[in-house]
T-cell receptor, first 113, second 115 residues
């Protein structure tokens, strides 16, 4: 059982839909992340939130919009996505500036049709 | 040059074999190094950290060579349950005071241990 919970596990959406991915961490961490994992590519960092402030946005298209209402919750709002956005979206959390204790959620497998 | 580069794989080895994975990283300012394991259709999980002095955890040994910017993972006496993708991960710890950091992942090397 992971301390980082993501919902939904699977999502199929049309290009004109609006949906949101949700992440919740129960570990008391102070940083949360969104990563994208596409086939045959390394994990790509999308957004970093530290203490509820966005500290990193790795040139992600505006059709992806993150929201971090508190240190335990992270959302990724999706709208007008493209088929190439189909991927596994992973949330992670960590405590402080150390490489240890970086915990991933199980991910949301997104298919855009 | 890719930031973190790994053996292309896949590696198909018999049970009991010893297998070694290699990884190079491009940023000499990198501070922390890790191996993560990712099972099929699951999230990555930390396998072990990598230290300059080398470290061992049971059948797994990790080595770091900062001068060559090279990291390795050795698995001895492979088990069927070792079948997974092994991700080399590097941390460029930022002195931002924000209390967060980024991990840079390699593409991973797939290992299949065959009975």
């Amino acid at each position: 059982e992971t301390g980082v919970t993501q919902t939904p596990r699977h999502l199929v959406m049309g290009m004109t839909n609006k949906k949101s991915l949700k992440c919740e961490q129960h570990l008391g961490h102070n940083a949360m992340y969104w990563y994208k994992q596409s086939a045959k590519k390394p994990l790509e960092l999308m957004f970093v939130y530290s203490l509820e402030e966005r500290v990193e946005n790795n040139s992600v298209p505006s059709r992806f919009s993150p929201e971090c209402p508190n240190s335990s919750h992270l959302f990724l709002h999706l709208h007008t996505l493209q088929p190439e956005d189909s991927a596994l979206y992973l949330c992670a959390s960590s405590q402080g500036g150390r490489g240890y204790g970086y915990t991933f959620g199980s991910g949301t497998r997104l298919t855009v049709v | 040059r890719k930031e973190v580069e790994q053996d292309p794989g896949p590696f198909n080895v018999p049970e009991g074999a010893t297998v070694a994975f290699n990884c190079t990283y491009s940023n000499s300012a990198s501070q922390s190094f890790f191996w993560y394991r990712q099972d099929c259709r699951k999230e990555p999980k930390l396998l072990m950290s990598v230290y300059s002095s080398g470290n061992e955890d049971g059948r797994f040994t990790a080595q770091l060579n900062r001068a060559s910017q090279y990291i390795s993972l050795l698995i001895r006496d492979s088990k069927l349950s070792d079948s997974a993708t092994y991700l080399c991960v590097v941390n460029l710890q930022r002195d931002s005071g924000a209390g967060s950091y980024q991990l840079t992942f390699g593409k991973g090397t797939k290992l299949s241990v065959i009975p």
